[in-house]
């Protein structure tokens, strides 16, 4: 039973290109949120939204934007890859009141 | 054996044993804390969570304490297996002021081995 999906699981990109990574989910969650995890440094959060068409920085914001047009969808965009956005990208949702937050299973994005 | 969370970022237990990781928070503010299970290739997957107003909660073969007096989260795993070899991440979580919205604030997280 699928929860969070993330329609890319592994991605390999060029420098200066623009990336879409797509998260969807099914339960109706106002709570969107993009994750990156990398060795050592644990989820940093990127951005997240709590409702439709609203968005709010996270932690390491620059280099990233983020798109909600309809409440089971929250897009991460790269306008411009770069080599230091090499990363795993994690998807996530909770619902309010809090409750657990689900996890889609990540996106592996290499920029060469 | 025992972790002491985010500084010992790998545990190594024996097949059977009881395995203990320690998590220490940041935000006194933060009203509940939940514990991840992330194997290699996969999103983290929930475990166990916890509110504010309690001290310990039990699951299948796992507990969670709480202590808020010295912000500290353990989680205890009875009997563990090697299936339970992944990495442990708390997280404490609680509204962004300002927002409304729910976040959560992760730890680096905490290797696990069990050795058969």
């Known amino acids: 039973d699928v929860k969070v999906t993330q329609s890319s699981r592994y991605l390999v990109k060029r420098t200066g290109e623009k990336v879409f990574l797509e998260c969807v989910q099914d339960m109706d969650h106002e709570n969107m949120f993009w994750y990156r995890q990398d060795p050592g440094l644990g989820l940093r959060l990127i951005y997240f939204?709590?409702?439709?068409?609203?968005?709010e920085k996270g932690d390491i914001p620059e280099g990233y934007s983020v798109s909600r047009e309809k409440k089971e969808r929250f897009s991460l965009i790269l306008e411009s890859a770069s080599t230091n956005q090499t990363s795993m990208y994690l998807c996530?949702?909770?619902?309010?009141?809090?409750?657990?937050?689900?996890f889609g299973e990540g996106s592996w994005l290499t920029v060469v | 054996g025992e972790s002491v969370g985010l500084h010992l970022p790998t545990l190594s237990v024996q097949e059977g044993d009881n395995s203990i990781i320690n998590c220490a928070y940041s935000?006194?503010?933060?009203?509940?804390f939940i514990w991840y299970k992330q194997e290699s290739g996969k999103g983290p997957q929930f475990i166990i969570d916890?509110?504010?107003?309690?001290d310990k909660r039990q699951g299948q073969r796992v507990t969670v304490l709480l202590n808020k007096t010295v912000k500290h989260l353990s989680l205890q795993i009875a009997a563990t297996q090697p299936g339970d070899s992944a990495v442990y991440f708390c997280a404490e979580g609680g509204f962004r002021l300002g927002t409304g919205a729910n976040n959560l604030f992760f730890g680096t997280g905490t290797r696990l081995t069990v050795i058969p």
């Open positions: 916890i509110r504010s107003n309690m």
């Open positions: 939204s709590y409702d439709v068409k609203m968005k």
């Open positions: 935000n006194s503010a933060s009203d509940y």
């Open positions: 996530a949702s909770i619902g309010t009141p809090a409750s657990t937050i689900y």
